[in-house]
């Protein structure tokens, strides 16, 4: 069985590829460990390129390694923290939803903090009528107050905030391997957000190997398409062109699966979402 939460995972990690702030850059960033200039590529009548597919090979290898390793530990360190795992659980769930909203391009909306209290209000009104329970009432609450503390503290502003770096050298094989292990711990700022979450969702499970698998699949649906980019170099720089006028759509349907499992970790309804599965 094929736990839907590591495949949460897997899309995660193509949710991230295609997110604004990366997808637009990969061209010249697959340019830069390769060696290999875009205008030297389009000039090209043959569409893969060894050299940008070897060197793309190496970059995905070294950030997949340290995702793992990253897995691992979260899922290790988790195993220690199982006597407050309830409490845990309810405050991680409540930053996965920051995280969520960050992603959904919430804090952009001029009106959010009103909305962010209509959201309370409506809550309030679940609890009063008795939808929902006084325990979920609270724990939603709850959630919606680290929300509140983390905007007005702003670290979605800082989160916005994009890294611009000029590339001079020429990398090797071996380079792009060290550039993929430093793209890992110098993950762009708006995709923290989704890989903090799948690490949090990682030191929640049972095993070392669980954690580290759900950082495994992450690591691939991120490094498939950079794969598929490097193979298809030149098709890939059209597709990038094309493809922008849908960054809403992944940065919304990205949002969307952030705060959902932000929800059911606050509700500890994540152990429900986790057994349904589908056989491979």
């Known amino acids: ?55 793309t090979l ?50 952009l909306r001029p009106n959010f903090l009103k909305e962010l209290i209509g959201v309370q209000a409506f809550l309030l009104s679940l609890y009063l009528f ?50 993929g292990v430093v793209f890992a711990f110098g993950w762009t700022p708006c995709i923290g957000p989704v890989l903090g979450s799948i690490l949090f969702l990682a030191s929640q499970q049972e095993t070392v190997r669980e954690g580290a698998v759900m950082l495994f699949l992450f690591s691939l649906g991120l490094g498939i398409p950079f794969l598929i980019a490097g193979l298809l170099f030149s098709l890939f720089l059209n597709f990038v062109k094309k493809f922008g006028r849908f960054f809403g759509v992944v940065e919304f349907a990205g949002g969307v699966l952030l705060i959902s499992l932000g929800v059911l970790l606050v509700l500890d309804k994540l152990s429900w979402f986790a057994s349904l599965g589908v056989g491979i």
Not at 14 to 35: E, K
Not at 37 to 46: A, F, I, L, P
Not at 73 to 101: C, D, H, N, P
Not at 142 to 151: N, P, Q, T
Request: hydrophobic share 55%.
């Open 130 to 179: 008795e939808v929902i329970s006084k325990e979920a009432f609270l724990n939603l609450t709850g959630a919606l107050a680290i929300v509140l503390a983390l905007y007005v503290f702003g670290v979605h502003q800082y989160l916005y905030r994009q890294l611009k770096k000029e590339a001079k050298a020429k990398a090797s094989y071996i380079g792009a391997f060290l550039i």
């Open 1 to 55: 069985m094929f736990e839907v939460t590591f495949l949460g995972a897997f899309l995660a990690g193509i949710l991230a590829f295609l997110s604004p702030c990366v997808l637009p850059i990969i061209p010249a960033y697959l340019s830069y460990i390769s060696g290999v200039g875009v205008e030297e590529v389009q000039k090209e009548s043959k569409a893969f390129n060894t050299k940008i597919f070897l060197s």
């Open 58 to 107: 190496f970059f995905v290898i070294g950030f997949s390694i340290v995702f793992t390793l990253l897995g691992a530990g979260a899922s290790f360190i988790g195993q220690f923290l199982r006597a407050y795992q309830t409490e845990i659980a309810k405050i991680g769930g409540g930053l996965v939803i920051f995280f969520g909203l960050h992603f959904a391009g919430a804090f």
